[in-house]
């Protein structure tokens, strides 16, 4: 089988590492041109994540069309801000028998829908008038790039609404130090996947000023019934958010030193703008995209996100993260 993963940062890098054992071969698509080029000389991503090196079957390009030749399944790992129009480029060149896979975590500003909706919105209208139902599926689940790539051993889900698909998925991905479990709950894993990202922005803020594990066991534990109470509303599963793509992801993204969105909690703390600390990195923290469609999407569905609505005033209303936790406290008493 061939593989093509559309996404050259560290995540996408590293599933490139820790799958290529499976498939006969991985191109590696890579938005940056210079960065692709360095790649194929050097074998590493210098970038993103550097010191840790690609199998010689890993073809690097930054030609969609090349990338996608012959593909027979389709990875995207690109952030979630631009996951349509990377779709839409590619979509010309995918196979209707190829299956679809999205490690993105997010929810898409304005829509508010989850990736795999993405997909099957700019995927479906091509492939259908042709007599194919497009073959979706999602990987998510409590993973660091970096460790992944190292070879550390992991659990993860891959979700699809066709449990045949999840099965191909995961027969394909699983291997010695990768662990997919098959899930058919869309809504919880996504809406896990996505939401936690903020959650651990909060952590990182708890952190940032030198509170203690009373609060970041709080936090984790009432950030959890957010998630669940939305995902809930939305059609999602209770059990999945106390799963792999729900606690496990959320447990790692909030107290992981790697954790790109509890770094940015942490600098918040510290007084930095969120326009400072976004400039100083490469890497996307998708929590600070994701708050805002999560805030939105608690409105829609009438459920109390107090939590995520106070990072949301941290972050783009540039509320001090000491009165935010205040007003968090003083909020009126209820029952769990």
């Given at each position: 089988?061939?593989?093509?993963?559309?996404?050259?940062?560290?995540?996408?890098?590293?599933l490139a590492i820790v799958l290529a054992p499976k498939f006969e071969s991985v191109r590696l698509?890579?938005?940056?041109?210079?960065?692709?080029?360095?790649?194929?000389?050097?074998?590493?991503?210098?970038?993103?994540?550097?010191?840790?090196?690609?199998?010689?079957?890993?073809?690097?390009?930054?030609?969609?069309?090349?990338?996608?030749?012959?593909?027979?399944?389709?990875?995207?790992?690109?952030?979630?801000?631009?996951?349509?129009?990377?779709?839409?480029?590619?979509?010309?060149?995918?196979?209707?028998?190829?299956?679809?896979?999205?490690?993105?975590?997010?929810?898409?500003?304005?829509?508010?829908?989850?990736?795999?909706?993405?997909?099957?919105?700019?995927?479906?209208?091509?492939?259908?008038?042709?007599?194919?139902?497009?073959?979706?599926?999602?990987?998510?689940?409590?993973?660091?790039?970096?460790?992944?790539?190292?070879?550390?051993?992991?659990?993860?889900?891959?979700?699809?609404?066709?449990?045949?698909?999840?099965?191909?998925?995961?027969?394909?991905?699983?291997?010695?130090?990768?662990?997919?479990?098959?899930?058919?709950?869309?809504?919880?894993?996504?809406?896990?996947?996505?939401?936690?990202?903020?959650?651990?922005?909060?952590?990182?803020?708890?952190?940032?000023?030198?509170?203690?594990?009373?609060?970041?066991?709080?936090?984790?534990?009432?950030?959890?019934?957010?998630?669940?109470?939305?995902?809930?509303?939305?059609?999602?599963?209770?059990?999945?958010?106390?799963?792999?793509?729900?606690?496990?992801?959320?447990?790692?993204?909030?107290?992981?030193?790697?954790?790109?969105?509890?770094?940015?909690?942490?600098?918040?703390?510290?007084?930095?703008?969120?326009?400072?600390?976004?400039?100083?990195?490469?890497?996307?923290?998708?929590?600070?995209?994701?708050?805002?469609?999560?805030?939105?999407?608690?409105?829609?569905?009438?459920?109390?996100?107090?939590i995520i609505q106070q990072m949301h005033e941290v972050l783009h209303r540039a509320k001090a993260?000491?009165?935010?936790?205040?007003?968090?406290?003083?909020?009126?008493?209820?029952?769990?």
């Open positions: 089988m061939k593989l093509t993963i559309l996404g050259g940062g560290s995540w996408g890098t590293a698509w890579v938005f940056e041109q210079d960065l692709a080029a360095r790649m194929r000389e050097s074998r590493e991503n210098d970038v993103y994540l550097a010191g840790l090196k690609l199998s010689a079957n890993v073809d690097v390009t930054h030609d969609l069309a090349a990338a996608l030749v012959d593909a027979d399944i389709v990875l995207g790992v690109i952030p979630s801000k631009f996951a349509r129009a990377t779709w839409q480029r590619a979509l010309p060149y995918l196979r209707p028998e190829a299956t679809f896979v999205s490690a993105t975590k997010g929810i898409e500003a304005g829509t508010l829908l989850r990736m795999s909706e993405v997909m099957a919105e700019v995927i479906r209208p091509r492939f259908e008038p042709l007599g194919f139902i497009p073959k979706i599926a999602v990987l998510s689940g409590p993973t660091f790039a970096r460790e992944i790539a190292q070879g550390e051993p992991a659990a993860l889900v891959v979700v699809s609404a066709d449990p045949e698909v999840a099965v191909q998925v995961q027969k394909a991905f699983s291997g010695p130090t990768f662990r997919p479990y098959a899930n058919s709950d869309c809504v919880g894993v996504e809406l896990g996947g996505a939401l936690k990202n903020v959650i651990a922005i909060a952590a990182g803020v708890v952190e940032g000023l030198g509170l203690g594990n009373n609060t970041m066991a709080a936090l984790i534990t009432r950030g959890l019934a957010e998630i669940t109470r939305l995902a809930v509303a939305m059609g999602g599963h209770p059990k999945t958010l106390s799963g792999l793509a729900g606690l496990g992801d959320l447990v790692l993204t909030c107290t992981g030193d790697l954790s790109r969105n509890r770094r940015v909690g942490i600098e918040l703390a510290k007084g930095k703008t969120l326009s400072d600390i976004t400039a100083s990195t490469p890497m996307v923290a998708e929590g600070v995209e994701t708050c805002g469609s999560a805030v939105a999407l608690g409105a829609k569905f009438g459920v109390d996100l107090p993260p000491c009165y935010a936790l205040r007003d968090l406290m003083d909020r009126s008493l209820k029952n769990e």
